[in-house]
């Protein structure tokens, strides 16, 4: 991680108050020759750069993990309640831990490219892609059980992982169902599509 974070460029940087561009030039160029105003990086600096990459996971002062992107605005909250109700239930935590356990750094490798293409008819070390994401959602929605017992979380909290069941209860992803009203409900069209994925458009589906 360290590695490969030195070799990317700086994308900006905040010093003295102010937000400036840096020259693109790999990071670990700038631990050695300075920025271009004379000045040295520090530990900030090099906090403010690991922000800038993308990584599926980034160490920051938590692990920060990629969400889902461009879903109607009802669907994002799945997916803090998943993380919620699998990394912050010790219980489902574990048993997470322990079915996930035979996957390797290969097979994530060849996930990042299959899980595009196939969706959840993707495998990872011969197991489904389906079957793996069902499982982790059932140890989430546990944990989120759990968390409503303690009273840490509302009653309600558990309902918000209702659509990724949907998901894996019918097999279709969301960029599946988009790809089908592209070509039926929304006729094409762009700006029809756009209405449809809106909180109005959500509500009334």
């Given at each position: 991680m360290v590695d490969w974070a030195l070799q990317l460029p700086?994308?900006?940087?905040?010093?003295?108050?102010r937000t400036t561009t840096v020259?693109?030039?790999?990071?670990?160029?700038?631990?050695?020759?300075?920025f271009d105003d004379g000045s040295r990086p520090d530990l900030f600096d090099w906090e403010c750069h690991?922000?800038?990459?993308?990584?599926?996971?980034?160490v920051r002062k938590t692990l920060e993990t990629r969400a889902f992107d461009a879903l109607p605005w009802p669907m994002f909250s799945?997916?803090?309640?998943?993380?919620?109700?699998?990394?912050?239930?010790?219980r489902s935590l574990a048993e997470a831990l322990e079915l996930l356990s035979c996957v390797t750094?290969?097979?994530?490798?060849?996930?990042?490219?299959?899980?595009?293409?196939?969706?959840?008819?993707?495998?990872?070390?011969?197991?489904?892609?389906?079957?793996?994401?069902?499982?982790?959602?059932?140890?989430?929605?546990?944990g989120l059980?759990?968390?409503?017992?303690?009273?840490i979380e509302p009653s309600w909290v558990p309902d918000l992982l209702d659509p990724l069941l949907d998901v894996v209860t019918s097999g279709v992803?969301?960029?599946?169902?988009?790809?089908?009203?592209?070509?039926?409900?929304?006729?094409?069209?762009p700006l029809s599509f756009v209405d449809a994925v809106t909180i109005g458009g959500a509500r009334r589906r």
């Open positions: 700086m994308i900006y940087r905040v010093h003295a108050g020259p693109p030039v790999a990071f670990s160029q700038i631990l050695l020759n300075g690991l922000s800038q990459v993308w990584p599926h996971v980034r799945a997916a803090p309640a998943f993380w919620a109700g699998l990394a912050y239930d010790d750094v290969e097979h994530l490798r060849d996930l990042t490219s299959e899980v595009p293409i196939k969706g959840l008819g993707a495998t990872c070390g011969g197991r489904s892609v389906l079957h793996l994401s069902a499982e982790l959602l059932r140890l989430a929605h546990r059980l759990r968390r409503v017992e303690q009273n992803t969301f960029a599946e169902r988009s790809l089908r009203e592209w070509g039926e409900s929304v006729s094409s069209s």
